[in-house]
Structure formats: structure tokens, C-alpha cells
């Protein structure tokens, strides 16, 4: 136990990357690679509550890789981070599951499963490293095998491989000149303090605040960082390449596309605007919330128009995780004037939105999956009255829709509410009347999509719906993921309480960077 | 591209080259070089001979499957990197030591045995595969369209 222990932060990123060639050796047994698949992934779940669990009660865990004293990276699990690998695990897990039934078999064996495993060690890697290099490689291991995944095979042949094609090469190109200017951002920022330890860099820069001889190139890494990050989580003009590759990737990889790894996005700018350019978020803070209200006014503006379920749910991804940012936004601009309660309580609630979002709109995404196999095409014109012959996928897709749109008793009610009342108190009152108007409009999208879909008749020049009925393995991982968003909302609680110590946690950084370098310095 | 003067080249090349990536394999750790820039340099040897001598006709002759290759080297590196923790110490913890070579009492000096050695030799197989499972299936894939 004390060797699981000891070792907990590391396992999570090991273990996938050592599965990844695992699963390629035992191609030629199906079987037995789906087997070994699915329970270390569930193995991992495991894992990750067992880290969320040990850092709520013993506080932030440091683990040196190979140990190198001084100079060597370091694993980081915060609060912050282990709650987004629970994150990551949980959706991950069900995204594989769901797989199993939904892609063609032959990709399945061939790459499927290794590559599956490559981005979720990149993904746990991202939000457990303790070093900026480290996070950029991280970055790039998710990017490769994300960009590959969006390619595999479905068993459905309603998307055509050119369209799949096209849109990796616009993940791939636009994703790759984001990563250059993260590097270019890492070497400047390892040129002007010397460190690639975000606990270290922020010690540094908070002191050349303190002296008072912040350089000006300074201003410009943290506004790169926070382009680099904005670009992954498509906020305003970086958010055209979401619409077109999270609706062509197979319906579990778009689960994993917007429920995590758009918010690997929200993550990094956590890091960047709270931890390592505190000093400076002041200057972020309202160009942030600026660009979050286009964003949220943009992406719900096109969902009203889309016709196709999987853009529908790609567009309103855009405008959600513009709401999320909206609250990064806010809670910069109150803690930098003064109102440290304020700022916390707008940080806590904009991390619960982001929970709840990755929640509900997985599920959408997996549940969008069934409701293609039903019907076999994506045009939600040509769909009508399958709430008679699939009241599962109707029953779930409400689920989604309210917690997307903001509807109690559902998860998205607690992240939407808590958000607006932390933005009101600290009198954010133009930017929450925006927020608030669409939202309006995200009701409208959800609603209109739902009721285009189940509601009303096929028009009969379309055909049959198929009878094939959907198996427990797709149907299996979007029950428990709807349960999820019904427990959130009835049950916030706990989500509430850890959101609120991850606030206190991530604007006051002395206690991470505390544990980080006083374990360092030997 | 497949001329008598392209071939030979492509064959002299591939030897020079392989030479060397193996030497950049081994220095890799204290000077410039390591499995990754040595596999690069392989892997580009042996897709000159592919582009030299058409892809169906090395097929012919040599055809390995190296998406295993690709595995295999990954599963070598991440047992690498995972076996320090049954000696008790932290993941990719790395160690080494010098041996002395002493022939007929004279000292001809030391040989550096590092473990890394071995995350680099997976890391070279894992370059080597990776990069020519993804030239042949996009070369296969083209040829195939052609050919129809």
C-alpha cells in the first residue's frame, strides 16, 4: 500500500503509456486486449479517487521523476489537478467502453486502443506536471494521438473519411502553430527567470513585481500562454477549427474532444492567469472577459442555425466553455482589486460550471452517437418522432440538454447559478446580463435540437429507422453519465466544497509553491 | 526516381547512415545525439531505399511489420522507465557506472554503462516504427489509388 502510495501520481501516466505498446503486442487477440483494456482503464478510475482522496486529506503530493534533486521535474497533484484526472479517468473510461461497439473492429485492434491509451497519459501527464517543458511534450503526446483518433473507423459510415481527413488536417496544422507559440513562450520564459518550474517561475516573477522591474517582454509570454491555451479551448478568434473536428470524430473521441481536452484550455489559463503571472492578471483579466462574452454570444448565435446534431453540440461547446472563461475573467479583475472572498467564490463556481459541462456534454456527445445509429444520418431535418422508437436516447439527450441549458434539478443548474450569483455579488452586472441573455438562447438551441429530433414524424422519403438495437455497451457508459448529471445537481455539495478549496488553493499560490520547491531544494 | 545512379547511391547511403545513427544512439546522453535523432537518421536511410527501389518491390524482398516494431520499442522504454521502482527508487530514476578496461595489465581506459541506454534503444525503435509505418501505409495507400 505504501509503495501505491508513494509512487500515486506517477501510476497515472505510467500505466496508460505502458498499455499503449501493451495493447499493440496483443493485436492479434482481440479478446484478451478489450479485456486488459477495460480494467486498467477502470483500474485507473480507481486510482485517480484514490489521488483525489489523499490530497483532500494530506494536502498537495510531490512526486520527483528520476529524482534529479534540483533540476529534475516534478509531478504536482494539487487539488486542482487531481480532480481534473478524476476527470479525465472518468470520462476517458467511459469513452472506451462505449468504443467497443462503435468503432469498426479492425481499427480497433490495429491503433485504436494504443492510441487511446497514448492521450490519456498525455492528458493526466498535462495536468499533473509540475513543469512547463514537461506540460508542452505532455501537450504534444495528447495532440499526435488525438489528431490520429479522429480518423478511426466507425462502424456507422454516416461521416466520410475525406471530411474526416480534412478536419485532422485542421486540427493537426492549427493545433501544431498553437504548440510553436507555446514553445516560443517556454523559451522566453526560460530565458527571463531561468526555471522551468512553474512553482519556481512564479516565485520569480512575483518577485520582480514586488522590486518593481517586471521587464516588458514579461507582458507578451503570458499573453502567448494565454493564446496558446484559448487556442485549445476555442475562445473567440481561435474557436473556428472546434465545429468542424469535434462533429467529424467518432462519436466517443468527440466525448473525449469536448468533455476534456477543450478544458485542458481552461486548465492552462488557471495556471498561467492565478499561479504564474499572478502579478499580472489584472492586465489579463478583462481581455479574457471580454473575449469570453464574444465567445459565449458567437458560439450560441451559430448553434441556433445548425441542423446537424454533432455541430449543434460543437457550437454550444464554444459558448460553454466561453462561460467558463467568463468567470476566469471576473475572478481576476475582483481579486486584483482587493476582493479576495469575491474572486474565490467567482473561481469555485466557474470550475463547477466546467465540471458539470464536461459531464453533460460527454454524455451529449455519446448519447449523439446512438442517435446516429438509429437513424443513420446526422441532419436532424431528416429525423423526427424517435422518442416512440428510441425513448432512451430521448430520455437521455433531455437529460444533457437541461443541464446544458441551465434547467434544475440537473448538474449545468448548479454550475450556471452559482456562476451568475458569484458574478452578481461582486457587481458584475453588464457581463452576467449578457451571460444571462444567452443563456436564454442555449435553452432555445437544446431545446429546438431535442424537439426537431423525437418529436413529431420521419418524413418517409427518408426510410426506416434501423431496427438494430443498441447494445448495453453504448447504452451502459450514457446511463451512468446521465446518473452523474442528476446526482450533481441534486447533490452539489461536495462538488461546491472541493470547487471552493481548489479557488483558495489556486489564487493564493504560496502553499503550491511551498510544497513544491521547499521538497525540491534539497 | 528508380535509376541505376539513384539505387546505388540510395544503397551507399543507407550503410553510411546506418553507421552513424547507431553511433548517434550511442553518444546520445553526454554529447548531442540519443534515440531519437538516431532513429530519425535511420528511418530516413531506409525510406530512401523505398523511394529508390519502389515500395512494392522492397516489399517483395523485406517486409516487417513495424507498427510491432513501434510497440515493441515503447514497451522496452516504458519497462525502462517502470524498473527502478523494484529497486526501490522513482520512476525513471536512471543509474551508472564506469568499467575499467585493463588489457595485459595495461589501462586503456573506461566504458560508460548507463541504464538510459536502454529508454534510448526503445525510444530508436519507437522513431524507426513509427516513421516508416506511417510512410508505408500513406505510400500504399497512394500506390493502390493510382493503380485503380
Given at each position: 500500500?505504501?509503495?501505491l502510495?508513494?509512487h500515486l501520481p506517477?501510476f497515472l501516466?505510467?500505466i496508460?503509456?505502458?498499455?499503449?505498446?501493451?495493447?499493440?503486442?496483443?493485436?492479434?487477440?482481440?479478446?484478451?486486449?478489450?479485456?486488459?483494456?477495460?480494467?486498467v482503464?477502470i483500474g485507473l478510475l480507481a486510482l485517480s479517487g484514490l489521488l483525489i482522496?489523499t490530497?483532500?486529506?494530506?494536502?498537495?503530493?510531490?512526486?520527483?521523476?528520476?529524482?534529479?534533486?534540483?533540476?529534475?521535474?516534478?509531478?504536482?497533484?494539487?487539488?486542482?489537478?487531481?480532480?481534473?484526472v478524476v476527470?479525465?479517468c472518468?470520462?476517458?473510461?467511459?469513452?472506451?467502453?462505449?468504443?467497443?461497439?462503435?468503432?469498426?473492429?479492425?481499427?480497433?485492434?490495429?491503433?485504436?486502443?494504443?492510441?487511446?491509451?497514448?492521450?490519456?497519459?498525455?492528458?493526466n501527464?498535462?495536468?499533473?506536471?509540475?513543469?512547463?517543458?514537461?506540460?508542452?511534450?505532455?501537450?504534444?503526446?495528447?495532440?499526435?494521438?488525438?489528431?490520429?483518433?479522429?480518423?478511426?473507423?466507425?462502424?456507422?459510415?454516416?461521416?466520410?473519411?475525406?471530411?474526416?481527413?480534412?478536419?485532422?488536417?485542421?486540427?493537426?496544422?492549427?493545433?501544431?502553430?498553437?504548440?510553436?507559440?507555446?514553445?516560443?513562450?517556454?523559451?522566453?520564459?526560460?530565458?527571463?527567470?531561468?526555471?522551468?518550474?512553474?512553482?519556481?517561475?512564479?516565485?520569480?516573477?512575483?518577485?520582480?513585481?514586488?522590486?518593481?522591474?517586471?521587464?516588458?517582454?514579461?507582458?507578451?509570454?503570458?499573453?502567448?500562454?494565454?493564446?496558446?491555451?484559448?487556442?485549445?479551448?476555442?475562445?473567440?478568434?481561435?474557436?473556428?477549427?472546434?465545429?468542424?473536428?469535434?462533429?467529424?470524430?467518432?462519436?466517443?473521441?468527440?466525448?473525449?474532444?469536448?468533455?476534456?481536452?477543450?478544458?485542458?484550455?481552461?486548465?492552462?489559463?488557471?495556471?498561467?492567469?492565478?499561479?504564474?503571472?499572478?502579478?499580472?492578471?489584472?492586465?489579463?483579466?478583462?481581455?479574457?472577459?471580454?473575449?469570453?462574452?464574444?465567445?459565449?454570444?458567437?458560439?450560441?448565435?451559430?448553434?441556433?442555425?445548425?441542423?446537424?446534431?454533432?455541430?449543434?453540440?460543437?457550437?454550444?461547446?464554444?459558448?460553454?466553455?466561453?462561460?467558463?472563461?467568463?468567470?476566469?475573467?471576473?475572478?481576476?479583475?475582483?481579486?486584483?482589486?482587493?476582493?479576495?472572498?469575491?474572486?474565490?467564490?467567482?473561481?469555485?463556481?466557474?470550475?463547477?460550471?466546467?465540471?458539470?459541462?464536461?459531464?453533460?456534454?460527454?454524455?451529449?456527445?455519446?448519447?449523439?452517437?446512438?442517435?446516429?445509429?438509429?437513424?443513420?444520418?446526422?441532419?436532424?431535418?431528416?429525423?423526427?418522432?424517435?422518442?416512440?422508437?428510441?425513448?432512451?436516447?430521448?430520455?437521455?439527450?433531455?437529460?444533457?440538454?437541461?443541464?446544458?441549458?441551465?434547467?434544475?434539478?440537473?448538474?449545468?443548474?448548479?454550475?450556471?447559478?452559482?456562476?451568475?450569483?458569484?458574478?452578481?455579488?461582486?457587481?458584475?452586472?453588464?457581463?452576467?446580463?449578457?451571460?444571462?441573455?444567452?443563456?436564454?438562447?442555449?435553452?432555445?438551441?437544446?431545446?429546438?435540437?431535442?424537439?426537431?429530433?423525437?418529436?413529431?414524424?420521419?418524413?418517409?422519403?427518408?426510410?426506416?429507422?434501423?431496427?438494430?438495437?443498441?447494445?448495453?455497451?453504448?447504452?451502459?457508459?450514457?446511463?451512468?453519465?446521465?446518473?452523474?448529471?442528476?446526482?450533481?445537481?441534486?447533490?452539489?455539495?461536495?462538488?461546491?466544497?472541493?470547487?471552493?478549496?481548489?479557488?483558495?488553493?489556486?489564487?493564493?499560490?504560496?502553499?503550491?509553491?511551498?510544497?513544491?520547491?521547499?521538497?525540491?531544494?534539497? | 526516381?528508380?535509376?541505376?545512379?539513384?539505387?546505388?547511391?540510395?544503397?551507399?547511403?543507407?550503410?553510411?547512415?546506418?553507421?552513424?545513427?547507431?553511433?548517434?544512439?550511442?553518444?546520445?546522453?553526454?554529447?548531442?545525439?540519443?534515440?531519437?535523432?538516431?532513429?530519425?537518421?535511420?528511418?530516413?536511410?531506409?525510406?530512401?531505399?523505398?523511394?529508390?527501389?519502389?515500395?512494392?518491390?522492397?516489399?517483395?524482398?523485406?517486409?516487417?511489420?513495424?507498427?510491432?516494431?513501434?510497440?515493441?520499442?515503447?514497451?522496452?522504454?516504458?519497462?525502462?522507465?517502470?524498473?527502478?521502482?523494484?529497486?526501490?527508487?522513482?520512476?525513471?530514476?536512471?543509474?551508472?557506472?564506469?568499467?575499467?578496461?585493463?588489457?595485459?595489465?595495461?589501462?586503456?581506459?573506461?566504458?560508460?554503462?548507463?541504464?538510459?541506454?536502454?529508454?534510448?534503444?526503445?525510444?530508436?525503435?519507437?522513431?524507426?516504427?513509427?516513421?516508416?509505418?506511417?510512410?508505408?501505409?500513406?505510400?500504399?495507400?497512394?500506390?493502390?489509388?493510382?493503380?485503380?
Amino acid at each position: 500500500m505504501s509503495f501505491l502510495m508513494q509512487h500515486l501520481p506517477m501510476f497515472l501516466i505510467a500505466i496508460p503509456l505502458l498499455m499503449a505498446p501493451a495493447t499493440i503486442i496483443s493485436k492479434s487477440y482481440p479478446g484478451f486486449q478489450k479485456a486488459l483494456d477495460i480494467i486498467v482503464s477502470i483500474g485507473l478510475l480507481a486510482l485517480s479517487g484514490l489521488l483525489i482522496y489523499t490530497v483532500w486529506n494530506d494536502g498537495i503530493i510531490v512526486y520527483e521523476v528520476g529524482e534529479f534533486g534540483k533540476y529534475g521535474i516534478v509531478l504536482v497533484a494539487d487539488l486542482l489537478s487531481s480532480s481534473m484526472v478524476v476527470l479525465s479517468c472518468l470520462i476517458g473510461c467511459m469513452g472506451l467502453i462505449y468504443s467497443y461497439n462503435y468503432i469498426e473492429s479492425k481499427s480497433l485492434n490495429l491503433t485504436y486502443h494504443s492510441l487511446y491509451n497514448l492521450m490519456l497519459a498525455g492528458i493526466n501527464g498535462i495536468f499533473l506536471t509540475g513543469d512547463i517543458f514537461n506540460l508542452f511534450v505532455f501537450f504534444e503526446i495528447m495532440l499526435l494521438s488525438s489528431g490520429a483518433l479522429i480518423v478511426a473507423n466507425e462502424t456507422s459510415k454516416v461521416t466520410k473519411i475525406s471530411d474526416k481527413m480534412e478536419a485532422t488536417m485542421k486540427y493537426i496544422v492549427l493545433n501544431m502553430l498553437g504548440s510553436n507559440a507555446m514553445l516560443i513562450a517556454v523559451t522566453s520564459l526560460y530565458a527571463s527567470v531561468g526555471s522551468l518550474n512553474m512553482a519556481d517561475i512564479a516565485l520569480k516573477v512575483r518577485i520582480l513585481a514586488e522590486a518593481g522591474t517586471m521587464p516588458w517582454h514579461m507582458y507578451a509570454i503570458g499573453l502567448l500562454f494565454i493564446i496558446v491555451f484559448a487556442g485549445k479551448a476555442a475562445v473567440f478568434p481561435l474557436h473556428y477549427w472546434l465545429p468542424d473536428v469535434h462533429p467529424t470524430a467518432p462519436s466517443p473521441i468527440s466525448a473525449m474532444l469536448s468533455g476534456v481536452i477543450i478544458k485542458i484550455g481552461a486548465y492552462g489559463i488557471l495556471r498561467i492567469l492565478f499561479v504564474i503571472f499572478s502579478p499580472l492578471k489584472g492586465v489579463y483579466g478583462p481581455i479574457i472577459l471580454l473575449l469570453a462574452l464574444i465567445t459565449i454570444g458567437l458560439g450560441a448565435t451559430a448553434a441556433i442555425g445548425q441542423n446537424d446534431v454533432k455541430r449543434l453540440l460543437a457550437y454550444s461547446s464554444v459558448s460553454q466553455i466561453g462561460y467558463v472563461f467568463l468567470g476566469f475573467g471576473m475572478g481576476a479583475i475582483a481579486l486584483e482589486a482587493g476582493e479576495i472572498a469575491g474572486g474565490t467564490l467567482i473561481v469555485a463556481a466557474s470550475f463547477v460550471y466546467m465540471v458539470n459541462h464536461a459531464i453533460a456534454k460527454s454524455m451529449l456527445f455519446l448519447t449523439s452517437g446512438g442517435i446516429i445509429h438509429h437513424a443513420e444520418t446526422r441532419d436532424m431535418r431528416k429525423m423526427g418522432g424517435m422518442i416512440n422508437s428510441n425513448p432512451l436516447m430521448a430520455f437521455s439527450f433531455l437529460v444533457g440538454a437541461m443541464s446544458i441549458g441551465g434547467v434544475p434539478p440537473m448538474g449545468g443548474f448548479i454550475g450556471k447559478f452559482s456562476l451568475f450569483d458569484a458574478g452578481l455579488r461582486s457587481a458584475f452586472y453588464l457581463p452576467i446580463a449578457i451571460a444571462l441573455l444567452f443563456a436564454v438562447f442555449t435553452l432555445f438551441y437544446m431545446f429546438r435540437g431535442w424537439m426537431l429530433m423525437f418529436w413529431g414524424e420521419r418524413d418517409p422519403q427518408y426510410g426506416e429507422y434501423s431496427h438494430h438495437k443498441l447494445s448495453i455497451l453504448i447504452v451502459g457508459p450514457i446511463m451512468i453519465l446521465a446518473a452523474l448529471v442528476f446526482v450533481l445537481g441534486l447533490f452539489g455539495n461536495p462538488v461546491l466544497e472541493i470547487a471552493q478549496t481548489i479557488a483558495i488553493q489556486i489564487t493564493d499560490p504560496q502553499p503550491y509553491i511551498d510544497a513544491v520547491l521547499v521538497r525540491v531544494i534539497r | 526516381m528508380t535509376t541505376v545512379i539513384t539505387k546505388t547511391i540510395a544503397k551507399i547511403c543507407l550503410m553510411v547512415d546506418m553507421l552513424y545513427s547507431i553511433d548517434l544512439l550511442l553518444i546520445g546522453g553526454n554529447r548531442p545525439g540519443g534515440g531519437f535523432i538516431g532513429g530519425v537518421l535511420a528511418a530516413c536511410g531506409i525510406a530512401l531505399i523505398y523511394v529508390a527501389y519502389g515500395l512494392d518491390d522492397v516489399k517483395k524482398i523485406w517486409n516487417p511489420d513495424w507498427h510491432t516494431w513501434f510497440g515493441y520499442g515503447l514497451l522496452f522504454a516504458s519497462i525502462t522507465a517502470w524498473s527502478p521502482l523494484f529497486a526501490g527508487h522513482n520512476y525513471f530514476r536512471s543509474a551508472f557506472d564506469f568499467i575499467p578496461v585493463v588489457v595485459g595489465g595495461i589501462h586503456l581506459g573506461e566504458i560508460e554503462l548507463v541504464s538510459s541506454m536502454f529508454f534510448d534503444l526503445g525510444v530508436y525503435f519507437v522513431v524507426v516504427g513509427g516513421l516508416l509505418f506511417i510512410t508505408t501505409k500513406v505510400g500504399t495507400d497512394k500506390a493502390s489509388e493510382g493503380g485503380k
